[in-house]
């Protein structure tokens, strides 16, 4: 069977820009839960920057996949629909970075932690990626019920699950680290 599906290389403009309008429709009624309550676009588009960024422009799938990598997740999109729009490769990313909601939301932080290391390349600068632009919101717009405590154990879970992640991208991982170290101090800042 030859459905014409989406195949993310023959015009990797028009999958891109296929992407963030699915996703931007998608993630509609959805904001971020930090006090400024930005679009969740603003948390996608960041994500997909990091990875085109670390990949230099040159993989389209991993770009797509960080605009489409909270959909299965937070959204009515499907396993299906998305295979059949934006093809395979896509797909496998964008489910690798999908936390299995059959878990007890502690189970789904450690699994995070242990399936790091196994994900695939495109998958770990996707979730890594994610770590960067979560970190920054944690500490630039927090949630306004969250004391000091549970932002800094966000922040340490957040570590962790990156300790498992290292070795695809030097610079992304700097980045990681500076969100990290420059984060917690103004969060400790914010806090005295
Ligand atoms: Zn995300």
Redesign the pocket.
């Known amino acids: 069977m030859s459905l014409p599906n989406a195949s993310p290389s023959s015009a990797p403009l028009l999958d891109f820009a296929r992407a963030l309008d699915f996703a931007a429709h998608k993630h509609i009624d959805q904001r971020r839960k930090g006090v400024r309550a930005e679009p969740y676009v603003n948390?996608?588009s960041e994500?997909a920057l990091l990875v085109a960024q670390a990949t230099e422009g040159k993989d389209p799938v991993v770009v797509i996949a960080a605009l489409l990598?909270?959909t299965l997740?937070?959204t009515d999109a499907s396993y299906e629909e998305i295979e059949q729009l934006f093809g395979a490769e896509v797909v496998q990313v964008v489910a690798e970075?999908t936390d299995d909601k059959r878990m007890s939301k502690a189970e789904r932080k450690q699994h995070q932690i242990d399936a790091a290391p196994h994900a695939s390349t495109r998958a770990k600068l996707v979730k890594l990626a994610?770590k960067v632009?979560?970190l920054r919101s944690m500490a630039h717009s927090p949630p306004a019920d969250w004391p000091l405590s549970r932002k800094v154990e966000y922040f340490e879970w957040a570590y962790a699950v990156v300790a498992g992640l290292r070795g695809v991208d030097a610079r992304l991982e700097a980045l990681f680290d500076r969100a990290y170290h420059d984060g917690l101090a103004e969060l400790r800042g914010q806090a005295a």
């Open positions: 948390h996608l994500v990598h909270d997740e937070d970075t994610d632009s979560n």
